[in-house]
Every structure is written in structure tokens, then in C-alpha cells.
């Protein structure tokens, strides 16, 4: 089998593929101009970066200083917090025993004044025992005085009876 190509054939006159030295140098400086522009562009892009990085790496000292700070106010906070917590229990504890001590004293005094109460009630049971026997010795002193009275009449009768006998054996024996 043969092979056989068919080529078309040009009717413009055939042109020389390599430009003029003038037009690849030109082209040379501008690829040469826009690498050393991109490059120019890349450093600054670089230089802004580096830039960046530095205000960043400052930032970030600026706000580990500011938690530092933060962590030191926050101990104190914290330690003060303790001291405060202590000295309150402390105060509470002081209150507390106090407050039983004086819950104790008031019932030793209501005890006393229990133990006062039925003394007093002893005492006025007495004194009503006493104002009865009191009212009991007047009525037999007053009775007393009655006896004492009729013993004094009878005595003052026996006395005439005695007189009227002896006036009567002296009538009698005469």
C-alpha cells in the first residue's frame, strides 16, 4: 500500500520564520522588563507580607502582655476572694458560737425562771395556807376572847352564887 500525502500548495511567497534580531530583542527586553516587574511586584508583595508578619508578631506580644495582666488581676481577684471567703467563715463561725452560747444562756435563765415560777407558786400557796390559818388563828382568838368574856361573866356569877351561898349558910346556921 502506498501512501501518498497531498500537500495544498501556497501561493504567498514564503515568509522566513525568524523575525529580525531588532524585533527579538525587543521582545526579549519587554519579557526581560515584565519579569523584572513581576519580580519588583513579588518583593513587595514580600515586603508587605514581612510587614504584616511584623505587626502581627507585635499584636501578639501586645495581647500575650495583656493576658499576662489579666492572669495576674485575676490571681489577685481570686486571692482576694479566698481572704475574704476565710475571714467571712471566720466571722460566721465567731457569730455562730456566740449565738450558741447565748441560745445556752437563755435557757439556763428560762430554766431559772421556770424554777422561780414554782417557787413563787410554792410560796403563794403557802402564804394562802398561811393567810388561811392566819384568818383560822383570828376566829379562835376572837373566840377566845368570847370564852374569855363568859369565863369572866361566869366567874362574876360564880362568884355571886358563892356570895348568895355563904350569905345563905351564914342565914342558915344562924
Not at 135 to 150: I, P, R
Amino acid at each position: 500500500m502506498d501512501k501518498t500525502l497531498k500537500l495544498k500548495a501556497f501561493t504567498e511567497p514564503a515568509q522566513s520564520e525568524t523575525p529580525p534580531a531588532s524585533q527579538v530583542n525587543d521582545k526579549i527586553n519587554a519579557l526581560e522588563q515584565i519579569l523584572k516587574d513581576a519580580q519588583i511586584e513579588n518583593e513587595r508583595q514580600k515586603l508587605e507580607q514581612l510587614k504584616t508578619i511584623v505587626q502581627l508578631r507585635e499584636s501578639l506580644k501586645q495581647e500575650q502582655a495583656k493576658t499576662a495582666e489579666m492572669a495576674k488581676q485575676v490571681a489577685a481577684l481570686e486571692a482576694k476572694a479566698k481572704d475574704a471567703t476565710a475571714t467571712i467563715a471566720e466571722e460566721l463561725a465567731r457569730k455562730t458560737a456566740q449565738l450558741e452560747e447565748e441560745k445556752q444562756h437563755s435557757r439556763e435563765l428560762m430554766k431559772t425562771v421556770e424554777q422561780l415560777r414554782e417557787s413563787l407558786k410554792q410560796e403563794q400557796a403557802k402564804s394562802a395556807g398561811a393567810t388561811d390559818k392566819a384568818a383560822e388563828l383570828e376566829a379562835k382568838t376572837k373566840e377566845l376572847a368570847m370564852l374569855d368574856a363568859k369565863l369572866k361573866d361566869l366567874h362574876g356569877v360564880l362568884g355571886k352564887i358563892v356570895s348568895i351561898a355563904e350569905a345563905g349558910k351564914l342565914v342558915g346556921n344562924a
